[in-house]
């Protein structure tokens, strides 16, 4: 049944294929500008990335404007006030962002400050309070995973307040999205797994939870197929081109989709113990994801069952009985889990991740207050949270 009212928005322009990153200064050219801050850290530098980035712009006769090579994992709004000062010493017109989630959600805080004409990014927390039109901003991804490159959304740490805060505007769309299987091809099967399953979680919490619409639904079910097919192959063999480009094309589908229709609980406690205990958010959705999926199974499970095609696939779709489908996509998904386990050891479990049990109230909290649980099916307080977070612990 169609909800009853929605919106779907995503006027972000995709260019994807081995090189599409040559065409970078051209891009940034059609928008006007010229003399770009490339915001990014050390693991992407340290795996020769940015040599493709230069290269690019090497044969343009334009110029990088600036370089900052330095976005933590946890980035703060302190990093994001420190960028927005190199921007402005050095002139720059544009940002682009090259890097996974971290150096995006960085770039989109930079946009806010500059473009607002601020010097405090945490004036602008929540959602829908950028009013001025932003400077124009490129994404080049290098994990397949967040999906930021097509979201309204960012999420940097407050660091006096040791929380994960959240922004949400149409304004922070990039303007253009480059995925260049050269860009990931570099990531080790470990950060690949748990990035693969972030996208996972983005495409299947779209799916499932109160603000789904067909047009996200579209997306989602596009995205769980492709990485239903191809997570696996890419960590196996790194250098699979093609495995790569379809995990950058399913974490881009799964960003557009959960972008319009929001995420859930897997979520909520993805941020809280990535604040709390600093393990990365795609192993975080990989091991809250199959306990979200069964904790809303009771208003969900018709949604759940129809995910066992693009998981599962046709044979394993038509052969399960109607009334046992949902409760196999969640076995599939814990299937999933096990592989990249055996695979590159992804954990499975928060005892697994090194979450201390003394952590769990303080999560626990933290989840019961952030903004994507209004999205979940069912309601969630803090005994709910707790409870969740015990069988996560050592399931
Ligand atoms: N804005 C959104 O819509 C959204 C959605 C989900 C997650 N997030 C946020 O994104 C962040 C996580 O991003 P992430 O999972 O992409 O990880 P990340 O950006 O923190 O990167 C993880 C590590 O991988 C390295 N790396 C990245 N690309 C590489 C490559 N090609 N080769 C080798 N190493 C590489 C980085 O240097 C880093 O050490 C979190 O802060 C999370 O909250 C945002
Ligand atoms: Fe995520």
Request: with cysteine.
């Amino acid at each position: 049944m169609l909800p009853s009212y929605y919106e779907f928005f995503n006027p972000v322009k995709i260019l994807s294929g081995n090189k599409a990153l040559d065409n970078l200064p051209y891009e940034l050219d059609q928008l006007g500008v010229s003399r770009p801050i490339i915001v990014s850290d050390k693991g992407v530098v340290k795996a020769g990335l940015m040599k493709h980035v230069k290269a690019a712009f090497d044969s343009s006769g334009m110029t990088i404007g600036a370089i900052f090579d330095d976005v933590p994992p946890d980035s703060s709004s302190k990093v994001v006030n420190d960028i927005a000062v190199v921007y402005r010493e050095n002139g720059c017109d544009a940002i682009v962002a090259v890097g996974g989630g971290s150096p995006i959600d960085t770039a989109k805080g930079v946009n806010i400050v500059i473009s607002e004409n601020s010097d405090n990014l945490m004036e602008f927390e929540g959602a829908d309070r950028l009013k001025k039109p932003m400077q124009p901003f490129v994404v080049i991804p290098t994990t397949a995973g967040t999906g930021s490159e097509v979201t309204l959304a960012a999420v940097i740490k407050n660091t006096e307040k040791n929380v994960k805060m959240g922004f949400a505007s149409h304004l922070l769309f990039p303007k253009v999205a480059i995925l260049d299987p050269r860009m990931t091809i570099t990531m080790p099967p470990h950060i690949t797994a748990a990035t693969g399953m972030d996208a996972l979680s983005h495409a299947m919490e779209s799916y499932t939870c109160l603000q789904k619409n067909p047009l996200s639904d579209a997306y989602a079910f596009a995205a769980i197929k492709m990485i239903s097919e191809n997570l696996p192959k890419a960590v196996e063999d790194g250098n699979d081109e093609d495995a790569r480009s379809a995990m950058a094309n399913a974490s881009t589908m799964a960003g557009a989709a959960f972008s319009n229709s929001m995420c859930g609980m897997v979520h909520a406690l993805g941020h809280s113990v990535g604040a709390i205990c600093h393990i990365p958010h795609g192993m975080a959705m990989s091991i809250f994801l199959p306990i979200g999926l069964e904790y809303n199974l009771e208003k969900t499970e018709k949604y759940v069952a129809e995910l066992l095609l693009p998981l599962g696939g046709m044979e394993e779709y038509t052969k399960m009985p109607e009334e046992r489908r949902a409760a196999r996509t969640i076995v599939l998904v814990r299937k999933l889990q096990q592989n990249l386990y055996d695979l590159c050891g992804l954990p499975r479990n928060l005892k697994e991740a090194g979450v201390p049990r003394n952590k769990l109230e303080s999560i626990a909290q933290a989840a019961i207050n952030d903004g994507t649980l209004t999205f979940n099916p069912l309601e969630m307080d803090e005994k709910d949270a707790m409870n969740v977070l015990n069988e996560a612990y050592t399931w």
